[in-house]
Each structure stands twice: as structure tokens, then as C-alpha cells.
């Protein structure tokens, strides 16, 4: 993956890269671009000539669906064998068993490419934005319609839409990570770099893909899509996404019984070959065996189930960017979040101000709005946090005093210093500096506290309020420094409330019925999160600052965070070391935040979640977006990914018990009979039937013990429900064969004809069985489209014999007192299957061992390039 980095950052000069050797006004000439931007009759023009700003397209393409079904080695040989078989006269065999895989192939495409679609209208949904000046306004536009010459504008926590040549900067510092692999935030302005400089020496440019960590600016789009030193990574890693831990699981799965059908068909081939059996009718037979045992349509109910999946998490209002991430949902079994929104209401309400050293409440209010990430003399600001807007919102004679300052400079709120400062002057009289921000980071900078400071700062903790220190000193200078923000005189806390959220702890509790333990990462205070958890009912076993975080080494750290509930005062950095350590102990971790701080975390989560109105990059990090910040729709996302697991797993568990039993059956009656038990067209109905009835299995309900606890893929436990179901299909079918010869004198047609019928009986009517682990019927009910599907496929199975096909599908019809012994057959079977399922679930299904899990540089490529892909066509 570095490889593919460092070859498309050193590879040919890029246009961001000329643009940086250039002055801010020689590149805005050469764009054709005034500082006013664009007007929408250009941008609409260049947009048409340039092409969307998009690394990937996202459509569903049938070729890619349809490859995807006959990619089989086995489906192919299976084909030509039946080619090369009508050539030499076994023509009505021949065209059956190409008509059967026909229609077998056209099941998967349809669902499959079903699925495809309800993907593409998912991603449609999931839009992004930048900000741009185009005719001297700003505005929002998508980011794929974004052109060179666009004038962007750039904040905190914006995930950079283009490369461009900055030509504002205050402050600004831009992760570059995802580009240069630099871990350390590069400070930006606009002065032009030497000619030929690297990409990580590009000072004056913001590139696109990364990320706004500090300050702000303005830059004109240089290079777009695949041009842009970011676009062409994410080309030269190609659009295949990196595997969920589901899909790893499925693809373990499907390996394993490939290495079961390819050994049974080799032992019946060299069998027959041994025997003297014709060559050509031992090769279809053994390749017929080979599809039989092969859940052919396993793509299409996984598709199904997930699209179905997707389509209930919309109603609830949760947007998964990518199908299969609904498995890992339900994986989930630990979730860190963060408190304001989730737990908290989120709106942040100003309490009070708590004024020191003789200032006055509302001077006190005026120096907090004094320090806003805005001007306050703006009259409407935008881009003011919670907190700031719940302070202009207060007193609407602090707002109008606030105006007549005149901001001189100022250092935005970052997460690593956790405070802001402004250089502000009012009229006729000397500049001051002003600081406010988180009390820990405040009061180290003081010379001069109250004495009173340290109880006050209690009393608001234990009151449960957020409190922001505010401070001061003369400046009398025109620019902030360096040392500014040091020497100061404490001026007092502001005071700011966020009650507990109502139904908060319901949610916790419904959570902790699904067996996702919840801890706290915030910002606030100790003090503030034991209150919340308190209030909400829920015991904490204990807090981990920051300081403490980072003083601990990885080892030490993965047992402080197993054991505590709340972890205090973290930067950004510090959660991703939570998050990384929790994942240590093979924990499925879920990470919900919604701001800059909280990218690190969801990348490295086993599952980000964010919310609509987050900043770009969590969104961009994020695999789960919630349109109502919410614990209890997460919980809904929860229970869907556990019952399309659930739904997935009793398809597989069919196909490895009693479809492996009958195609073990045919393989043994294929040596030791002097005919073919089955034909292979015969095999393949079979196996179409079969298939066709568990495409209803999506639909099926869930009994709510399968959804108390995350499971997981465990081939080793798939391999033991193969042997111990396997053989007592088995037995049944030896059980048939002994009623045919013995009973019936029946002659192969009959045999054939006796035997489809009690294989496709007992093939399909287990899922009832295998669906649930309670009693069927009595205790756990299927869906009505499941239950009807099945005994539809069984009733067609009886049908066949008697059908006007049956000559040339080589059935013959079977008298009466077969199906009264097939019925008393099937009804031993199905209790047998029975009391052995209740000994498997006790004794051997076991539990896989927790595995560490992993976050390669390709996922998080894979994650920031979503954002740049085009609409489908059925968005227009």
C-alpha cells in the first residue's frame, strides 16, 4: 500500500505542484479567476470540460454482477463437459443440465444485481459538500461539481474537496498523513516554495483528502479528481474496497468447502473411472457433485439479506455507507462515544457566569465573546461552536457591545493547546489578549489567580455544568506571538449546561441487553462524566484522564482501558490509543463521534459511526451514519446486523448439513450401485430447487436469544455441524435406497425418481429444524414467505414424477405406499435432526477465539475516496 503512495507522490509533477512555485495572484491569473471566484455560466462550462472532481464512479454494472455468477472453475468445466457431451449424442441431457445452470446462474444475477442497485441508491444518499465563492457569495456546493479556478474555503475539521494554491491562511495547519505519511500536522501560508519542492514540502497548497487541523484559509482549486496528487493514490489502489471481517469470514467459508467438493468429486471420478463407467458420464456426474455441494446462490442471500438489511436501517434513520459494514454493526460489543448528544441532549444551554478578581458577570460574558472562533462584531457569525452560540445567544446588550471591538488577530480553538485567543482592540484604546478555553489548559498559562478559582471550578463540576475559563492580559502589539498566551490574569469560568438526555437510559440498557458494553471518551471533566453516569444510573468503574492515558506504555494501557468506564480530558490522539488498545483483547470496538478530534478514533475502530450533521471528517471516517444522534437507533442497527448474520449463517448450516449429506449419499450409491443413483441433470434440479426455496430465508425472523450476544464466522464449529448432520442425512438416504431395491424392486427411473423426492423433502424441510435452536413451530415460527417457499419447492419435487417433463427429466411416477414411508422417513428424520441439534448447541458448537483486527493504510484511502464518486445513473 506505501508502495502505491510513494509512487503516485513522486511520480510526474502534478499541477499543484507547478501552482506552488507560483505567487497566490500569478495563479489566480492563470486560472482565469478574480478573488470573487467564478460565475455559475464558468464553473458550469469548465465542469463540463475538466469532468466531475471524482476518483470513482458508483454504478451497478451487470457484466461485473453477471462475471461474478460463472466465475466458478467448477460451473465452467460443468459447461463445457455438457457442450462436449451433446457432440456426442447425450443431447436432451446436455441441453437439461445447460438450461438448469441457466436458470441457477439468472437467480443470482437478479438478486445479486437487485442488491447492486439498493447499493447505489444508498450512496446517493450520502452526499458531501464544500464551500466556495462563486460570484462573490459563498455557498454550498457537491464536492464531485468543483472546478479548477473555485475559490474554497477552509475550517476546522474540512476534509480539503481539491489540491489547491492557497491564497488566505490564518493559522492554517492541514494532516497531511493520508498523502505524505507525516503524522505531524504541517503548518500552511501563502508564500510560494521553491520550484521542484516534494509533496510534503508544499507550504502554500492544501491538498486534497487531507484534513483542516488548525486555523483557516481560502485556496484556488489547482487540480480535481484524478488529477489531484490524492486522486491518483486512490486510482493506483485500484476501486476494490478492503474486506469487512464478514467478508473475510465468507471468503474463509466458501475456500473450505471448495476443498470438500473438489475432494469428494475426485474420489468418485477415480471411483467410477476404477469400475469401468463411462468417462463422459462419470465426469458430468462428479462435476454435477461438485455443484450440488456448493451453495451456488450463498452471494445472492447474503445481497439479499443485506439490501433488505440496508433498507430497514433507513427507516430508522441509520445510512450505512457500504452493505456489508450491517454484519460488523452486529459484530459490535463494545461502543465508546462521546457524552454530549448520545447521553446528553446536546443543547448546550448557558448557565451562568462565575466572574473572579472583581470583574463584573457581564464583562466577563463580553471577553467570552470577545474569544469566539467568529468575529463578534460580525452581526450574524457563522461558524461559531455550541458553546460560543449559546453565549451570543444569552444577552442580546453583551452582543452589541461585543461590536464595537475590532479584531486584530486571533489563534482559532485547537485540540492540542484546547483553547482559543483573540487580539482585540476597542475603539481609542490599547489591544488586549483574551483567552478562554478548557480549565486545565487555562489556569497553567496564569500568573495571577484568584485564590477563590479552585473552589469555584468544583462547585461547577460537582454541579455537573461544563465550565470554560476565561483570561486576559495588555498586549498593546498589532499580531498575537508566541508568548502570548502566557502571563495571563484568570478572569473567571463560564458556565454551561447539557441535561441528560430523556430515554438515555433506556437505551444503555437495551444496549447492554444486546451485549454491547458502553464506556465514555470526552473532553469534559472527570467530575462532569461520573454525573452523567450517575444520573443515568449506570455504575462507572473507574476514569482514566488523559495525562494518565499518555503516561502509560501500550501493555499497561490495554488493561486500564478494559477496566474503566470513562476516559476524561483525551486529545484526539489519546482515544485512537484507547480505541487501538481495546481492539487488543479481540473486542469488536464501535466508536461514535461527530468532530475533528474524533477522526483518529473512528479510523481506528472496528466500526466509526457519525452522525449527519458531523464535520466532514468524522463523516469521511465514519462506516455509519445516524441522521438522529441516538443510542437507540444504533441499538436498531445492532439487531439488523445480527440477524442478517443470523439468516446467513442457517443458509450455510443447510448447505453444510443435509445438501452435503445427500451429495455424500450419491457419491457412496455412485460405487456400489450398478447405475447412477441421480443423473446428473437431475442433480442439478435438485440443487436449483433447493436453492430457489432459501432465497425466502432473508426474510426469516430471528429469535431474540441470537440476538443477545455478537457471533461470529467459526469454520471449525461449520465443520463440525457438517459431520455429525452430514452422515444422519446420511443415513436417511441409505434408509430410501434400502425402501427402493428391497421394498419396491425399484428400476433406476423409480430409484432415481423415489430418491429425488426424499432428498429435496428432507434438503429443504431441516431449515425449520436448523432456523432456530428452540422447538420449531411451537416456539420459534418462520416467516410466512419462508415457510411457503419451502413446502412450495417440496410439493414441486413430489409434482415432478407425474409432470409432462417427467419422461424427459427421467422420473417415472411412484405408487401410493411410497410417499405414506416417505412421510413416516422425513418425520424420523426431522426429530432425529432435532434432538441432535439441542446436543450440538450444549456440547460442540463452541466459540471462535477473539481475533486482533486490523487498519491498513487502504481502508483509510478507501474510506476519504468515497467522498469523491460520482452519482449513479439512476440519481439523475
Not at 433506556?506 to 444486546?514: F, H, I, K, Q
Not at 432459501?694 to 430471528?702: E, G, K, N, R, S
Request: aromatic share 6%; charged share 20%.
Amino acid at each position: 500500500m506505501i508502495e502505491a503512495r510513494e509512487a503516485a507522490v513522486d511520480g510526474e509533477a502534478g499541477a499543484v505542484r507547478s501552482a506552488a512555485a507560483l505567487d497566490a495572484a500569478a495563479v489566480l491569473s492563470a486560472q482565469g479567476v478574480s478573488a470573487a471566484g467564478l460565475t455559475d455560466e464558468e464553473a458550469a462550462r469548465r465542469l463540463a470540460a475538466a469532468g466531475p472532481n471524482a476518483v470513482h464512479g458508483h454504478r451497478a454494472r451487470p457484466g461485473r454482477v453477471l462475471g461474478r455468477q460463472v466465475r466458478s472453475p467448477i460451473l465452467l468445466l460443468l459447461f463445457a463437459t455438457a457442450l462436449v457431451s451433446a457432440f456426442v449424442g447425450q443431447g436432451v441431457e446436455a441441453v437439461i443440465i445447460a438450461v438448469i445452470l441457466v436458470v441457477s446462474v439468472g437467480l443470482g444475477f437478479v438478486n445479486e444485481f437487485r442488491a447492486e442497485i439498493a447499493a447505489d441508491a444508498l450512496h446517493d444518499r450520502l452526499r458531501h459538500t464544500a464551500v466556495v465563492i462563486r460570484g462573490g457569495v459563498r455557498r454550498s456546493v457537491d464536492v464531485t461539481e468543483l472546478v479548477p479556478g473555485d475559490i474554497v474555503a477552509l475550517a476546522v475539521g474540512t476534509v480539503v474537496p481539491a489540491d489547491l494554491r492557497l491564497i488566505e491562511s490564518t493559522a492554517l495547519e492541514c494532516d497531511e498523513s493520508i498523502v505524505t505519511g507525516e503524522a505531524r500536522a504541517a503548518a500552511k501560508g501563502v508564500a510560494p516554495v521553491v520550484a521542484g519542492s516534494g509533496i510534503g514540502d508544499l507550504g502554500c497548497c492544501a491538498l486534497m483528502g487531507t484534513v483542516v487541523h488548525a486555523g483557516s484559509g481560502l485556496g484556488v482549486v489547482v487540480a480535481t479528481g484524478a488529477d489531484a496528487e490524492f486522486g491518483r493514490i486512490a486510482v493506483g489502489l485500484g476501486t476494490q474496497e478492503p474486506q469487512t471481517e464478514f467478508q473475510r469470514g465468507l471468503a474463509g467459508f466458501s475456500v473450505f468447502l471448495l476443498i470438500v467438493a473438489l475432494i469428494l468429486t475426485s474420489v468418485i471420478f477415480v471411483a467410477a473411472m476404477l469400475l469401468g463407467r463411462p468417462f463422459l458420464e462419470s465426469l458430468l456426474f462428479s462435476l454435477a457433485i461438485a455443484v450440488g455441494i456448493t451453495p451456488q446462490l450463498l452471494p445472492a442471500v447474503v445481497s439479499t439479506s443485506l439490501a433488505s438489511g440496508s433498507r430497514a436501517l433507513a427507516k430508522r434513520r441509520v445510512l450505512v455507507k457500504r452493505m456489508v459494514c450491517i454484519e460488523d454493526l452486529g459484530d459490535l460489543d463494545l461502543l465508546v462515544t462521546d457524552k454530549t448528544g448520545t447521553l446528553t441532549t446536546g443543547d448546550i444551554v448557558f448557565d451562568r457566569a462565575v466572574p473572579l478578581d472583581g470583574v463584573a458577570a457581564d464583562e466577563l460574558m463580553l471577553l467570552g465573546l470577545l474569544a469566539a472562533d467568529a468575529d463578534p462584531a460580525d452581526p450574524s457569525p457563522v461558524g461559531l461552536n455550541a458553546l460560543d452560540a449559546a453565549l451570543w445567544e444569552t444577552d442580546p446588550a453583551v452582543r452589541v457591545r461585543a461590536g464595537a471591538y475590532r479584531r486584530i488577530d486571533a489563534r482559532p480553538f485547537d485540540h492540542d493547546r484546547r483553547r482559543a485567543a483573540a487580539l482585540v482592540a476597542a475603539t481609542g484604546s490599547a489591544s488586549i489578549v483574551v483567552v478562554k478555553g478548557a480549565p486545565e489548559s487555562v489556569l497553567p498559562a496564569c500568573t495571577r489567580v484568584d485564590p477563590d478559582a479552585t473552589s469555584a471550578l468544583e462547585a461547577l463540576y460537582a454541579e455537573g455544568a461544563r465550565a470554560i475559563a476565561v483570561a486576559t492580559r495588555d498586549s498593546g502589539r498589532e499580531t498575537l506571538g508566541s508568548d502570548d498566551e502566557s502571563g495571563l490574569t484568570l478572569r473567571g469560568f463560564l458556565a454551561f449546561t447539557d441535561g441528560v438526555k430523556p430515554g438515555a437510559d433506556r437505551s444503555l440498557a437495551r444496549l447492554a441487553e444486546l451485549g454491547v458494553e458502553v464506556k465514555i471518551a470526552t473532553g469534559d471533566s472527570a467530575v462532569v462524566a461520573e454525573r452523567v453516569m450517575a444520573a443515568l444510573g449506570v455504575a462507572s468503574r473507574g476514569t482514566l484522564t488523559g495525562e494518565q492515558v499518555e503516561s502509560l506504555g501500550d501493555a499497561p494501557l490495554v488493561e486500564a482501558a478494559r477496566d474503566a468506564s470513562i476516559f476524561a480530558r483525551v486529545s484526539p490522539e489519546q482515544k485512537a490509543r484507547v480505541i487501538r488498545a481495546l481492539r487488543k483483547k479481540g473486542r469488536a470496538v464501535g466508536f461514535l463521534g461527530d468532530g475533528v478530534n474524533d477522526a483518529l478514533a473512528l479510523h481506528r475502530a472496528d466500526i466509526g459511526i457519525s452522525v449527519d450533521s458531523a464535520v466532514d471528517v468524522a463523516k469521511d471516517a465514519a462506516d455509519v451514519l445516524l441522521l438522529d444522534k441516538d443510542l437507540d437507533v444504533l441499538a436498531d442497527g445492532v439487531i439488523e446486523g445480527r440477524r442478517v448474520f443470523a439468516n446467513t449463517i442457517k443458509y450455510v448450516l443447510m448447505g453444510t448439513s443435509s445438501n452435503f449429506g445427500n451429495m455424500f449419499s450419491a457419491s457412496i450409491a455412485s460405487i456400489i450401485l450398478p447405475f447412477l443413483p441421480m443423473l446428473p441433470g437431475q442433480i442439478l434440479l435438485n440443487n436449483l430447487l433447493y436453492d430457489t426455496g432459501q432465497l425466502a430465508i432473508p426474510t426469516d425472523h430471528v429469535d431474540p436469544e441470537q440476538l443477545r450476544a455478537p457471533s461470529h464466522w467459526d469454520i471449525g464449529a461449520i465443520r463440525r455441524f457438517m459431520l455429525l448432520f452430514g452422515p444422519i442425512s446420511s443415513v436417511f438416504d441409505f434408509a430410501t435406497f434400502g425402501l427402493m431395491l428391497f421394498a419396491f424392486q425399484a428400476a433406476p427411473p423409480e430409484f432415481r425418481s423415489g430418491w429425488f423426492i426424499e432428498s429435496i423433502a428432507t434438503q429443504t424441510l431441516i431449515v425449520f429444524a436448523i432456523r432456530t435452536r428452540r422447538v420449531p413451530f411451537l416456539r420459534s415460527r418462520p416467516s410466512l414467505p419462508l415457510a411457503l417457499s419451502v413446502l412450495a419447492v417440496v410439493a414441486i419435487g413430489a409434482w415432478l414424477p407425474y409432470s409432462p417433463m417427467a419422461g424427459l427429466l427421467g422420473f417415472t411416477a411412484l405408487p401410493l405406499p411410497f410417499f405414506l414411508a416417505l412421510v413416516a422417513l422425513v418425520i424420523a428424520y426431522l426429530v432425529l435432526v432435532e434432538a441432535a441439534k439441542l446436543w450440538y448447541w450444549a456440547r460442540l458448537s463452541g466459540a471462535p477465539a477473539p481475533k486482533r483486527r486490523t487498519r491498513a493504510y487502504r481502508h483509510r484511502v478507501a474510506r476519504r475516496a468515497s467522498r469523491f464518486t460520482t452519482l449513479s445513473p439512476r440519481a439523475h
